[in-house]
């Protein structure tokens, strides 16, 4: 399933049980993309939509994950990651522009099998 927002493309991954879509960070802020991949998921209005700021502080998010200036060519570093509930789902959204979106069912059995994949090495 995919459904198409101001962000680009919204992919439902129907083995994982996740949705995911990027948006650009240097152009959209965090928290704004967030607000917009949870309007293309529920199909509802902005407005419908719970506030943000019921579960997670909008412009922390933004801080935490803006990224404050450009590693040199040689230097790689992993995304920043926050990931909060929202109503039933696990909302996971990385500096590199990435959201991807569980249910908190699915979320916790993905954990878990980390988890446990962790446990065997």
Do not use: H
């Amino acid at each position: 399933m995919e459904t198409t927002n101001l962000l680009g493309t919204v992919e439902f991954d129907l083995d994982a049980g996740v949705y995911r879509a990027r948006y650009d960070p240097e152009a959209t802020a965090p928290s704004v993309a967030v607000v917009d991949m949870l309007r293309a998921i529920d199909g509802a209005d902005v407005a419908e939509l719970e506030p943000l700021y019921e579960v997670v502080d909008p412009e922390g998010l933004d801080l935490v994950l803006e990224e404050r200036s450009a590693p040199r060519s040689d230097e790689r570093r992993p995304p920043k990651t926050v990931s909060f509930p929202y109503r039933e789902l696990v909302v996971t959204v990385r500096s590199d522009g990435v959201i991807d979106v569980a249910s908190q069912t699915d979320a916790e059995r993905e954990s878990e099998g980390v988890g446990a994949a962790n446990e065997e090495r």
